[in-house]
């Protein structure tokens, strides 16, 4: 017997609904699947039971609680593929030896995809493959009567989602078989018919939790796409490109559009909702704002902890109810209440699909590549049980405008993990270790790609899981020589970044923030490091970002500039579109996750004026990356965090760093800089200072900030990459 993903087995039992009348049973059977995907069984076998009572549709193979039954004994945890024992001898006893023969009547189109993954688990691959045909050609024919008669609930909802899980059926089975160009058109076929229903489904993605849910098992499905092309001998039309560009990033996309949208009255379609989204946003910064603040508390009392334990909670809904109300609110589509109308939405997303890779593609300058890197686990259906998924493995798709898309094989991920954990550290402290470090990294990542890069003088890279963390101009090549002097790095979250050419103007100057008073009780200025040490009583003053700030006044002739006691959190909430927004200050990144809670954009953040007594304005001084992210950066073109480890966080596969750096993009900042490790104060002050020069002349931001480098580099006092290359230009590279 062959696997089944776990994916297609709660897909068979939703669509075994078809017909429900219950206009409640839908939300409650995505309720079920999200309690099975989070692992909470206990909650799901509750709900499971009335579930099945409720069904009208008792004769499906699988029913809800068994569901549960082979997750409990498998150990699913949405990750894995599994081979329960069980699984085939339930089919026996519910299908008997005639039901199962392909050529016996069908009662519905779902009947026959649940009689095919009977037979394929049997060993019956053709017998499979006849039956995934008659549940293609059924539903088809369902979903065309029920589009005819004007139906747009449950029941076309679930048979549109059975579509594409019928046609991935048959995909498995064909790639089994040892068909894999037939598998591949097959799964083509299956993203197709998904995709077509993507934008009529958001409805179910409204918060960032439930997008994430989403972006996590779209990610899963990476391994099998790029392992069945390689077996396929795929090239130039790459569906693994297509979905990587398509939902790499696809969260943090959605968070930031609606907040523009709703900030900019563009996705208001009603009188007075402009008013009532700047209100959601708003309410949204409160909660945030003290969510941020209860993390940090820990009560001795147990009464304490219990009462803390449950306002975390309702904080958290109430954010996952407001991020809702925002999406809603922001994507309101009158067309949607309409046959015809979801025809149309369907066709646009189809249309914007169709030729995104070539689009992409065409945005890459002609001097430059764009290396979008994705880190996945091949999976080899032939493979004895058990070994159906390999070790995790990195992998670059190499592109540009004159250059056809080819895949890279980087190597093993936790190989390549360790050297960058290991290279940071050296990094970090400045060790000798670091040059060959440096090189074997280059070796293994942009070696292959350099085979690819003539005439190249750019790399817009889209680095994913720990690589998201790696300065990749200071590697080291074959001659000795740091990859900083020859290309100009440009960071993204995903190539689909390219495409956002349309951006909203500046609302006000630029904004410099410098050199905060930490202790509003005085303190003696010491020269240092710019890192935040929770473990002090008073933080130390920085004296090289007051230089710098005042450096920055005279080529920024129209900044504000705010420094001091005046420096405070609440000034920094308050900025409404500016320019620029330039920060030098403290930063931090807390190592341990029970030192912010379980939000990793609670673990990263800034300090301002009045940290020590926690009063900052009517702030306490510490501004984390959830808060960060509701700021009001909508037109702001420039972030420069002058800090440490601004640039870090928890990395999320596909999704990039949890951390200032997402939360600056998600805000509405165009180009965000950043740093990756603490940073040297004077040589801060050195860089920022050449990069704004760079800047004034004219120079785009990513290669003004290659020029500012390439000084440091040059002066034998800052030579090592320790002070130069920990900051990295994000987003938008061209000029102000």
């Known amino acids: 017997m062959k696997v089944l993903g776990w994916l297609l087995l709660v897909s068979s039992l939703l669509v075994g609904c078809v017909a429900a009348p219950d206009p409640n049973l839908l939300r409650d059977i995505q309720v079920f699947q999200r309690y099975m995907e989070e692992g909470r069984y206990d909650e799901a076998e509750a709900l499971a039971r009335d579930l099945d009572r409720r069904s009208p549709r008792r004769d499906s193979l699988y029913t809800f609680s068994y569901a549960v039954q082979l997750a409990r004994e498998s150990g699913?945890?949405?990750?894995?593929?599994?081979?329960?024992?069980?699984?085939?001898?339930?089919?026996?006893?519910?299908?008997?030896?005639?039901?199962?023969?392909?050529?016996?009547?069908?009662?519905?189109?779902?009947?026959?995809?649940?009689?095919?993954?009977?037979?394929?688990?049997?060993?019956?691959?053709?017998?499979?493959i006849a039956a995934f045909d008659a549940a293609e050609r059924g539903l088809r024919a369902q979903i065309a009567a029920l589009r005819a008669q004007g139906e747009l609930g449950p029941a076309l909802t679930l048979s549109e989602q059975a579509l594409p899980v019928a046609i991935a059926n048959r995909a498995l089975c064909r790639w089994t078989l040892g068909q894999p160009k037939q598998a591949l058109a097959d799964a083509r076929l299956a993203l197709s018919e998904r995709a077509a229903q993507d934008p009529l489904l958001l409805v179910g993605y409204r918060n960032e939790r439930d997008m994430l849910l989403r972006a996590n098992a779209r990610q899963k499905e990476l391994g099998a796409l790029i392992s069945l092309e390689q077996e396929a001998g795929a090239a130039g039309d790459s569906l693994a490109l297509l979905a990587i560009l398509e939902n790499k990033g696809w969260t943090l996309q959605r968070l930031a559009q609606a907040q523009a949208a709703v900030r900019s009255g563009s996705g208001a379609t009603q009188p007075g909702a402009g008013q009532a989204g700047q209100n959601l946003l708003a309410r949204l910064e409160a909660f945030n704002r003290q969510r941020a603040e209860l993390s940090t508390s820990q009560p001795s009392d147990p009464a304490q902890r219990a009462a803390r334990e449950q306002r975390l909670?309702?904080?958290?809904?109430?954010?996952?109810?407001?991020?809702?109300?925002?999406?809603?609110?922001?994507?309101?589509?009158?067309?949607?209440?309409?046959?015809?109308?979801?025809?149309?939405?369907?066709?646009?997303?189809?249309?914007?699909?169709?030729?995104?890779?070539?689009?992409?593609?065409?945005?890459?300058?002609?001097?430059?590549?764009?290396?979008?890197?994705?880190?996945?686990?091949?999976?080899?259906?032939?493979?004895?049980?058990?070994?159906?998924?390999?070790?995790?493995?990195?992998?670059?798709?190499?592109?540009?405008?004159?250059?056809?898309?080819?895949?890279?094989?980087?190597?093993?991920?936790?190989?390549?993990d360790d050297l960058v954990v290991r290279y940071r550290q050296a990094?970090?402290?400045?060790?000798?270790?670091?040059?060959?470090?440096?090189?074997?990294?280059?070796?293994?990542?942009?070696?292959?790609?350099?085979?690819?890069?003539?005439?190249?003088?750019?790399?817009?890279?889209?680095?994913?899981?720990?690589?998201?963390?790696?300065?990749?101009?200071?590697?080291?090549?074959?001659?000795?020589?740091?990859?900083?002097?020859?290309?100009?790095?440009?960071?993204?979250?995903?190539?689909?970044?390219?495409?956002?050419?349309?951006?909203?103007?500046?609302?006000?100057?630029?904004?410099?923030?410098?050199?905060?008073?930490?202790?509003?009780?005085?303190?003696?200025?010491?020269?240092?490091?710019?890192?935040?040490?929770?473990?002090?009583?008073?933080?130390?003053?920085?004296?090289g970002t007051a230089e710098e700030a005042r450096a920055l006044a005279g080529l920024l002739p129209d900044a504000l500039q705010i420094s001091g006691a005046e420096a405070t959190e609440s000034r920094i909430k308050a900025v409404a579109g500016p320019r620029i927004l330039h920060i030098a200050t403290h930063g931090f990144f807390l190592g341990n996750p029970q030192e912010a809670g379980e939000n990793p954009m609670l673990r990263s953040g800034l300090v301002f004026a009045g940290v020590s007594q926690l009063r900052s304005g009517q702030d306490d001084g510490v501004l984390t990356a959830l808060e960060a992210s509701t700021l009001d950066l909508l037109g702001t073109q420039l972030v420069v965090l002058s800090a440490c480890d601004t640039g870090v966080g928890q990395v999320r596969q596909g999704e990039g760093v949890f951390g200032l750096r997402r939360a600056m993009l998600q805000a509405g900042a165009q180009t965000v800089v950043m740093s990756l490790w603490q940073v040297d104060d004077q040589a801060t002050r050195d860089l920022m200072i050449g990069y704004y020069q760079q800047l004034a002349k004219g120079s785009a931001r990513a290669e003004a900030l290659r020029n500012a480098q390439l000084a440091l580099l040059r002066d034998s006092r800052t030579a090592s990459p320790y002070y130069w290359a920990a900051f990295l230009s994000a987003g938008q590279a061209g000029p102000l």
């Open 76 to 128: 699913l945890d949405g990750i894995r593929v599994v081979e329960p024992d069980a699984f085939f001898t339930k089919a026996i006893e519910v299908l008997d030896p005639v039901s199962m023969k392909v050529e016996g009547p069908s009662d519905s189109p779902t009947g026959w995809n649940q009689r095919g993954v009977a037979l394929y688990r049997s060993g019956d691959l053709p017998g499979a």
């Open 427 to 543: 990094l970090d402290a400045d060790l000798p270790a670091q040059r060959p470090l440096a090189r074997q990294l280059d070796r293994q990542l942009l070696q292959p790609v350099r085979a690819q890069a003539d005439n190249v003088r750019q790399l817009y890279l889209a680095p994913d899981g720990v690589l998201n963390l790696l300065p990749f101009a200071a590697l080291i090549d074959e001659q000795g020589h740091y990859q900083l002097e020859r290309y100009t790095f440009n960071y993204l979250t995903s190539g689909r970044d390219l495409l956002d050419s349309v951006q909203s103007a500046p609302r006000g100057p630029a904004l410099i923030v410098a050199d905060p008073q930490f202790s509003l009780q005085g303190g003696t200025p010491v020269a240092g490091l710019r890192s935040l040490d929770f473990s002090r009583v008073e933080f130390s003053q920085l004296p």
């Open 313 to 416: 909670a309702d904080l958290d809904w109430e954010i996952r109810e407001l991020q809702a109300a925002i999406q809603v609110l922001s994507s309101q589509d009158a067309r949607a209440y309409s046959a015809a109308g979801q025809t149309q939405i369907s066709a646009e997303y189809l249309r914007w699909r169709k030729d995104l890779v070539e689009r992409v593609r065409s945005r890459v300058p002609g001097d430059a590549l764009l290396v979008e890197m994705v880190r996945y686990r091949p999976f080899a259906p032939l493979e004895a049980e058990g070994r159906q998924w390999g070790a995790e493995r990195y992998a670059a798709y190499v592109l540009g405008a004159r250059r056809t898309p080819r895949l890279v094989d980087l190597g093993p991920a936790a190989e390549l």
